[in-house]
């Protein structure tokens, strides 16, 4: 079993900048493909990042490219989502998930999940 934490959450101004972080426990975190989702209010969970196990492969919504970019630390059990250049659409929870699955995109492939971090982006 893997207990996640995000933190990093905050409100910020468009056009600026925050990390997230999904630390995690336990010794097989390397073991796991790790996905960031977010949820903004009223709407459905939504795909955002995903990095592979050792970093080889990594994936980004289309809304997002070019302005976040996953990256992880497995020294740490730590990976980041670095998300520049907010969007005042870019406001929603935000959830670091892992799986073991391939399809690094799709939300029912991930088997556990943080409790989320507030991101709150003004115009």
């Known amino acids: 079993q893997v207990q996640l934490v995000e933190s990093g959450g905050g409100l910020v101004q468009a056009g600026g900048s925050l990390r997230l972080s999904c630390a995690a426990s336990g010794r097989t975190f390397s073991s796991y493909a790790v996905g960031w989702f977010r949820q903004p209010p009223g709407k459905a969970r939504e795909f955002v990042a995903a990095i592979s196990r050792s970093s080889v492969s990594t994936s980004h919504a289309d809304s997002v490219n070019g302005r976040f970019t996953i990256s992880r630390d497995n020294t740490k059990n730590t990976v980041y989502l670095q998300m520049n250049s907010l969007k005042p659409e870019d406001t929603a929870v935000y959830y670091c998930?892992?799986?073991?699955?391939?399809?690094?995109?799709?939300?029912?492939?991930?088997?556990?999940w943080g409790q989320g971090t507030q991101v709150t982006v003004s115009s």
């Open positions: 998930a892992v799986t073991t699955s391939g399809e690094l995109e799709y939300i029912y492939r991930y088997s556990y």
